[in-house]
């Protein structure tokens, strides 16, 4: 299969000398033949044009939930998959957030058997510890042969500090990571939104940002006696800003990432007590959001992700107290972005961290093999429900104005458009 980008704004500081210049870019049986001022199409060539075409490697996102296995009727990995491929994203991590979790090697072939035939590649997580149920450790060896990028129980703290102490050591004999969330259930107790002024105003129980930075206290310290390498998912504080900064200063290899609703919204955001604002963490202060920036700008903050989590509408139409946690993301996050950063910092964020996760990095040079997202940077618009390619619509962002076309990706000869 031949296909021609043509006149296509490429966006890749990697490479200096095609960086933000226009090329035709020539991809045959997935392989990137040439990147020139010109290239006229060979007979059989699929021509991809488009006005203010802009052309980066493929776009990574470290957290992304679906439903199957056992709950289909929120995502399906195919549909997922044809999500996020529309979106951008040409690689993806799997959040084990299926029933029954992913905790033993067999669980983890049937994702990646479920997602062979996909444009986007899933890179699954499992479970650090059986059942999820925080006690005894999974099986992390096999279900790192078998296809595992890391280990984590979704959403939730590792609430033993002896298992995470002997979960990181382990993991060190086969270069795992081992991810925490960070959260202390007991300060945080039946709490469901920041704990705030806000809070007080709408009579809603609220967690102390204490919560998230006393785990990340406690992480850090056995993460500094370790070793090992520790991830640390979607931070909200200002204080765990600087908790993650100091201890990068000391050489510990931990990561973090902030979900680009935590960038965007405020927790005065809740005031009409729309459940699609009900997320975990919560929504915080203008000051954690201005700190949570300033961290992805400096690089503290490891990963943006979409933190998607779609559920069906039993979950959210509901009082606010009775709501679950979560919105979707995939389809809003590339627009979103560009309301916030610059597009070349907006390309850094979607494109950097697969290494953190043991991923090859993609290259956007001749001979490589194509892992491209397509995209036209300016437009803007407002998002509406008819952008949702989800099966679930739990939406935070419908009705917000965005900025930024994805017009479709591309990985190794599977080419999708969205135009």
Same mark, same amino acid.
């Given at each position: 299969?031949?296909? &021609?980008i043509?006149?296509?704004?490429?966006?890749?500081?990697?490479?200096?000398?095609?960086?933000?210049?226009?090329?035709?870019?020539?991809?045959?049986?997935?392989?990137?033949?040439?990147?020139?001022?010109?290239?006229?199409?060979?007979?059989?060539?699929?021509v991809?044009?488009?006005k203010? &075409?802009?052309?980066?490697?493929?776009?990574?996102?470290?957290?992304v939930?679906?439903?199957e296995p056992?709950?289909?009727? @929120?995502e399906?990995?195919?549909?997922?998959?044809?999500?996020?491929?529309?979106?951008?994203?040409?690689?993806?991590?799997?959040?084990p957030?299926?029933?029954?979790?992913?905790d033993?090697?067999?669980d983890?072939i049937?994702?990646?058997?479920?997602?062979k035939d996909?444009?986007?590649?899933?890179?699954?997580?499992?479970n650090l510890?059986?059942?999820?149920e925080g006690?005894?450790?999974a099986e992390?060896?096999?279900?790192?042969?078998?296809?595992?990028?890391?280990?984590?129980?979704?959403?939730a703290a590792?609430?033993?500090?002896?298992?995470?102490k002997?979960?990181?050591?382990y993991a060190?004999?086969?270069?795992?990571?081992?991810?925490?969330?960070?959260?202390?259930?007991?300060?945080a107790?039946?709490?469901?939104?920041?704990?705030?002024?806000?809070?007080?105003k709408?009579?809603?129980?609220?967690i102390? $940002?204490?919560?998230?930075?006393?785990?990340?206290?406690?992480?850090?310290?056995?993460l500094?006696?370790?070793?090992g390498?520790?991830?640390?998912?979607?931070v909200s504080?200002?204080?765990?800003?600087?908790?993650?900064?100091?201890a990068?200063?000391?050489g510990?290899?931990?990561t973090?990432?902030? $979900?680009?609703?935590n960038?965007?919204?405020?927790?005065?955001?809740?005031i009409?007590?729309?459940?699609?604002?009900?997320?975990?963490?919560? &929504? @915080?202060?203008?000051?954690? @959001?201005n700190?949570l920036?300033k961290?992805?700008?400096?690089?503290?903050?490891?990963?943006?992700?979409?933190d998607?989590?779609?559920?069906?509408?039993?979950?959210k139409?509901v009082?606010?107290?009775n709501? $679950?946690?979560?919105?979707?993301?995939?389809?809003?996050?590339f627009?979103?972005?560009?309301?916030?950063?610059?597009?070349?910092?907006?390309?850094?964020?979607?494109t950097?961290?697969r290494?953190?996760?043991?991923?090859?990095?993609?290259?956007l040079?001749?001979?490589? &093999?194509?892992?491209?997202?397509?995209?036209?940077?300016?437009?803007?618009?407002?998002?509406s429900k008819?952008?949702?390619?989800?099966?679930s619509?739990?939406?935070?962002?419908l009705?917000?104005?965005i900025?930024?076309?994805v017009?479709?990706?591309?990985?190794?000869?599977?080419?999708?458009?969205?135009?």
């Open positions: 299969m031949n296909v &021609l043509k006149s296509a704004k490429i966006i890749n500081p990697g490479t200096k000398d095609i960086h933000l210049k226009k090329r035709d870019i020539l991809i045959t049986n997935g392989v990137i033949q040439k990147i020139a001022s010109r290239i006229d199409p060979p007979t059989k060539t699929k991809v044009s488009y203010n &075409l802009h052309v980066s490697l493929g776009w990574f996102d470290s957290s939930s679906f439903g056992g709950h289909e009727e @929120r399906t990995i195919v549909n997922g998959l044809k999500t996020a491929a529309s979106s951008g994203f040409t690689d993806i991590i799997l959040n957030t299926g029933n029954p979790v992913p033993s090697s067999s983890i049937f994702l990646k058997n479920a997602a996909a444009l986007t590649r899933l890179h699954p997580l499992g510890t059986v059942k999820g006690e005894v450790l992390l060896y096999d279900m790192k042969n078998a296809g595992a990028v890391g280990f984590y129980d979704y959403k590792v609430s033993n500090p002896n298992l995470l002997i979960a990181l050591q060190q004999n086969f270069n795992g990571i081992v991810c925490s969330f960070p959260l202390d259930k007991k300060i107790g039946k709490g469901i939104v920041n704990e705030g002024i806000t809070s007080t709408l009579g809603l129980k609220g102390p $940002a204490l919560a998230e930075e006393l785990q990340i206290v406690r992480d850090l310290f056995i500094e006696y370790t070793g390498k520790l991830h640390i998912p979607t504080t200002e204080n765990s800003v600087k908790l993650i900064a100091s990068k200063k000391k510990l290899n931990v973090c990432s902030v $979900a680009i609703h960038l965007l919204f405020k927790d005065d955001s809740l009409d007590f729309d459940t699609d604002y009900k997320v975990m963490p919560p &929504l @915080r202060t203008k000051g954690d @959001r700190a920036l961290g992805v700008k400096n690089g503290t903050i490891d990963f943006v992700t979409s998607h989590t779609p559920l069906n509408i039993e979950l139409q009082e606010f107290d709501a $679950a946690f979560g919105t979707i993301g995939l389809e809003s996050f627009g979103s972005l560009r309301t916030l950063f610059e597009l070349e910092e907006v390309i850094k964020i979607l950097k961290g290494s953190v996760f043991g991923l090859d990095t993609p290259e040079k001749e001979g490589a &093999l194509a892992c491209l997202t397509l995209f036209e940077p300016d437009t803007e618009y407002e998002f008819d952008l949702i390619m989800s099966s619509k739990n939406s935070m962002f009705g917000k104005s900025k930024g076309k017009l479709g990706s591309m990985v190794e000869d599977a080419l999708t458009l969205n135009f």
